[in-house]
């Protein structure tokens, strides 16, 4: 059974930095495509970064300078370093993985920014 577990979420001043991690566990092979998605109240989980196999990363532009996405195929975990962070930064965080034998979600991780 596979499990991707989050970490890193919390509440942080305007500007502020946080780093999210995402690891996942159990029989889980040959990963390719790794990401983040968030949602926030009321509205849609919407695309934030994703990262393949050999490196190459897509970052939405609302966040294109600011977040980055890293992934460390050994530990098949994935990160995701934001800076610069706004109040309409603010939502649940969750991690995606597709694998050879399936898609697979973490259970969120919710990011706050306010004064």
């Not at 942080?12 to 495509?33: E, M, T």
């Not at 983040?36 to 050999?54: F, N, T």
């Amino acid at each position: 059974q596979v499990q991707l577990v989050e970490s890193g979420g919390g509440l942080v001043q305007p500007g502020g930095s946080l780093r999210l991690s995402c690891a996942a566990s159990g029989s889980i092979f040959s990963i390719d495509l790794m990401g983040w998605y968030r949602q926030a109240p009321g509205k849609q989980r919407e695309l934030v970064a994703d990262i393949s196999s050999g490196g190459s990363a897509y970052y939405a532009e609302i966040v294109k300078g600011r977040f980055t996405i890293s992934r460390d195929n050994a530990k098949n975990t994935v990160y995701l370093q934001m800076n610069s962070l706004k109040p309409e930064d603010t939502a649940v965080y969750y991690c995606r993985m597709l694998a050879t034998l399936g898609g697979y979600w973490g259970q969120g991780t919710q990011v706050t920014v306010s004064a």
